[in-house]
């Protein structure tokens, strides 16, 4: 992965950031990144997932689903860090696998119903993923799940496949049935959980290079220095928080490749839930270019000046000519492919946000495969460790999170939450017709 941060310096407006500036700030890196080594070195707490290239056993995945591995559909249960990561790799990758990929990371009924009711059951594996196994969506939707290959006449516990902790009604489950299982690795929250088991079962069942994905993880991480201007990680989220300092409060990750639109997802979940506390943080939204440049790009470059637009340049693609055609005003498409279209289309709106004194950062990848996605994975984790250092922030917890959940539970007669309670105190103001 490879960092611009460019058209991120100061202009005669703001916000932006002088190069003077990052230089000063620099020094803070080199403090943060003394305290990430040793948090690595000491396997802390969070600072843990940053060692995953080196911890993860792609042959122990390998081998947990290769009774699976020649499915035809693989359902992947589970929310938020327990799916986004393993979809990220997997959409990437689609074209190069034959697996349809699933992910049931949502509890609305009739969305659920559509997609069990198109794959092929008795072809389909299941992947259920909980640290504690006690994840409300993910055991509901489990249940459904394993009712549907039932009253298909399919043996669900020949087809399954739990990522788990080393206790919990899942751990429990994969014992009583003999189930392949993998461990949700210690010190590793979910959502930088990507490049473990949690995000590589998936991959490994539709075929990709798992080793691949760690190498990729495993160069980025030989990037981390104690310096901004010689780390692509750091200078990503040292540029984010220091523009944020700026008034750029909110982050648009703007993809330019379809295959990249759920590592949008992804990053939202990361950088929001990371670094989202103590009223400080950065909002991460989500666009797709080009898309997204006929319903956003009006606000990017002329709205209020609150905004970072991070795009991704995914690099190599396959392409594809635009035939000729004898319209004049068309012509010039002709003798171009649809390759050089969105680039062109990329390269004018990076500069026309420039040209606005809106501040942008490319991240560049050689190609969307294995190797640069593990690098953009790994980097983009670094970078949010990073910058919760610079705020201050414990960026692996989520009490914000914790209350919801304690909240929904009680409501479904869980057990006793004063979370609960507080429902009932909603203040409303109806307008009916």
Same mark, same amino acid.
């Given at each position: 992965m490879h960092v611009d941060i460019g058209n991120a310096l100061a202009s005669e407006v703001s916000p932006g950031v002088s190069r003077a500036a990052l230089e000063r700030l620099d020094d803070q890196v080199a403090d943060a990144h003394e305290r990430i080594e040793r948090g690595m070195a000491?396997?802390?707490?969070?600072?843990?997932? $940053?060692? $995953?290239?080196?911890? #993860?056993?792609?042959?122990?995945?390998?081998?947990?689903?290769?009774?699976?591995?020649?499915?035809?559909? =693989?359902?992947?249960v589970g929310i938020g860090g327990s799916a986004l990561g393993a979809a990220t790799i997997t959409d990437a990758l689609a074209a190069e696998s034959d697996t349809e990929a699933v992910y049931l990371d949502n509890v609305d009924p009739e969305w659920v119903s559509n997609h069990l009711e198109g794959l092929p059951l008795e072809e389909t594996a299941i992947n259920v993923v909980s640290r504690s196994g006690t994840t409300a969506e993910t055991l509901a939707n489990f249940l459904v799940v394993r009712d549907a290959f039932e009253s298909a006449g399919v043996d669900w516990t020949e087809r #399954?496949?739990?990522? #788990?902790?080393?206790?919990?009604? $899942?751990?429990?489950?994969?014992?009583?049935?003999? =189930? &392949?299982? $993998?461990?949700? &690795?210690?010190?590793?929250?979910?959502?930088?959980?990507a490049l473990s088991a949690v995000g590589m079962v998936a991959a490994a069942v539709c075929g990709h290079d798992l080793e691949a994905l760690l190498a990729g993880a495993a160069a980025e991480r030989e990037t981390l220095t104690g310096s901004l201007f010689d780390c692509p990680a750091y200078a990503y989220g040292a540029t984010a928080y220091a523009l944020d300092q700026r008034g750029a409060g909110i982050n648009a990750m703007v993809p330019y490749a379809e295959s990249l639109e759920t590592f949008a997802e992804w990053f939202a979940q990361l950088w929001a839930e990371s670094l989202g506390k103590d009223d400080l943080g950065q909002t991460p939204v989500r666009a797709l270019g080009v898309t997204d440049q006929h319903s956003q790009l009006q606000l990017y470059r002329a709205g209020p000046r609150d905004k970072l637009v991070t795009f991704v340049s995914p690099g190599e693609t396959d392409d594809r000519p635009i035939p000729d055609t004898d319209v004049e005003d068309l012509a010039y498409l002709g003798d171009a492919t649809l390759g050089e279209l969105l680039e062109a289309e990329f390269e004018a709106t990076e500069a026309s946000l420039a040209a606005a004194g809106r501040p942008n950062v490319r991240l560049e990848l050689e190609a969307v495969d294995e190797y640069e996605l593990g690098g953009l994975l790994y980097g983009m984790e670094a970078a949010c460790v990073l910058a919760g250092e610079l705020y201050g922030v414990n960026t692996f917890e989520q009490p914000a999170v914790e209350w919801a959940k304690k909240a929904t539970r009680g409501l479904l007669g869980g057990g006793d939450f004063e979370e609960a309670d507080a429902v009932a105190e909603k203040t409303e103001l109806r307008v009916e017709r």
């Open positions: 000491n396997a802390e707490h969070g600072y843990e997932a $940053l060692n $995953l290239p080196e911890r #993860t056993d792609p042959d122990e995945i390998s081998a947990a689903v290769e009774p699976v591995a020649d499915s035809e559909a =693989l359902i992947t #399954t496949i739990v990522t #788990t902790g080393e206790s919990g009604p $899942l751990r429990d489950l994969a014992n009583r049935h003999d =189930l &392949p299982s $993998l461990k949700v &690795p210690d010190g590793v929250p979910g959502r930088f959980s």
